[in-house]
């Protein structure tokens, strides 16, 4: 069996309020514009997941909602700046055969780069700017077996073809 993993970081989000929390912090028009524009990527391509476990924070709250994905979305307190490894432990404890996680940097980026086993050729993939999505294949029956996956695909959206 083969199973997909979907790794997003929230959409670019603002610092114009200084008095909001960083956990309520919203995105921008470019931000919704990204989100709007991988969303539809991610659906033209058939990266279409059937369940997202999405950090509580409002700027990935609002990038879910924008990338209109089919599927459950789980919101999930402990996601918010979350490790690499806390960001694992909930992916494993999934059943569906394609699961997407919308997180934050560090953590998202630093589980993209552990989980595939060769990064693309790809100057950004370092940096994972907000909206960057990578699209990870396993070739495993559970979650709970996952180690390094094959890249499928991984975007920003200004690539040409996101």
Not at 18 to 46: C, H, V, Y
Not at 86 to 103: D, E, G, N, T
Not at 143 to 149: I, N, Q
Request: hydrophobic share 40%; proline share 7%; aromatic share 6%.
């Amino acid at each position: 069996m083969t199973l997909k993993l979907i790794l997003i970081r929230h959409a670019k989000s603002g610092w114009d309020n200084p008095m909001l929390d960083d956990f309520d912090r919203t995105l921008t028009d470019r931000g919704l514009r990204d989100a709007a524009r991988m969303g539809e990527w991610l659906r033209n391509n058939g990266h279409i997941p059937d369940v997202t476990l999405c950090s509580a924070a409002q700027r990935t709250r609002e990038t879910a909602g924008t990338l209109e994905l089919p599927g459950e979305t789980d919101f999930v307190d402990a996601l918010y700046l979350a490790s690499p490894d806390v960001l694992l432990r909930h992916i494993r404890k999934q059943s569906a055969p394609c699961v997407a996680v919308i997180a934050h940097n560090p953590g998202i980026a630093d589980l993209a780069a552990l989980l595939v086993s060769t990064p693309p050729d790809a100057p950004r993939f370092s940096d994972y700017p907000t909206s960057a999505t990578t699209v990870l294949s396993f070739d495993i029956d559970d979650w709970s077996d996952m180690k390094t996956g094959d890249l499928v695909a991984f975007r920003t959206p200004h690539d040409s073809n996101a």
